[in-house]
């Protein structure tokens, strides 16, 4: 057996599920929550993960996710939270597809205007570390506000492996 993103693309997709599931136990002010900038909130960065990995997601196959709706939903209200779960975890599910494609350089056009060239394998490792790196924010940014923060300990790779196999 090699050693693949498929694992790692599996623990991305549980843990933003129970992100999402964790902010659904709060209220709608804690969609408002920020740490340090208060045009990066909590709902904000969530609304972020899934639009940016729907990004990813383009980059490798050339064509935007299968999801519910016309675009992915901005939240609200934490009862919003329920048609972006669905919208993230079809974005996932793309992305877990996108590790049994060929690790192909890919060239295209950045947000900058720039011409780049990308292996399918760095775009897939870089969703799952920004995906990380923004669960984070948001835990902070609970807490900073008071809010029960996400915990990151319960998220991580350990805790999935031991409840995932």
């Known amino acids: 057996m090699t050693i693949g993103l498929e694992r790692l693309l599996a623990h991305m997709k549980w843990a933003n599920r129970l992100t999402i599931e964790h902010l659904q136990t709060l209220p709608d002010e804690a969609l408002k929550a920020f740490a340090t900038n208060s045009e990066w909130f909590v709902g904000e960065i969530m609304h972020h993960i899934v639009e940016a990995a729907d990004n990813y997601a383009y980059r490798i196959t050339n064509a935007r996710c299968e999801v519910p709706g016309e675009k992915i939903q901005e939240l609200e209200s934490i009862k919003d939270l329920e048609f972006l779960k669905l919208q993230a975890d079809a974005i996932d599910t793309a992305l877990q597809e996108c590790a049994k494609l060929d690790d192909i350089q890919l060239e295209f056009v950045n947000y900058s205007g720039n011409l780049v060239k990308r292996w ?14 923004h669960r984070a924010q948001i835990a902070s940014a609970l807490e900073a506000k008071g809010f029960k923060p996400v915990n990151l300990d319960e998220l991580d790779l350990w805790s999935f492996e031991i409840k995932n196999g």
Do not use: G, N, W
């Open 120 to 133: 399918r394998s760095t775009i897939l490792s870089q969703a799952i570390h920004h995906a990380t790196e």
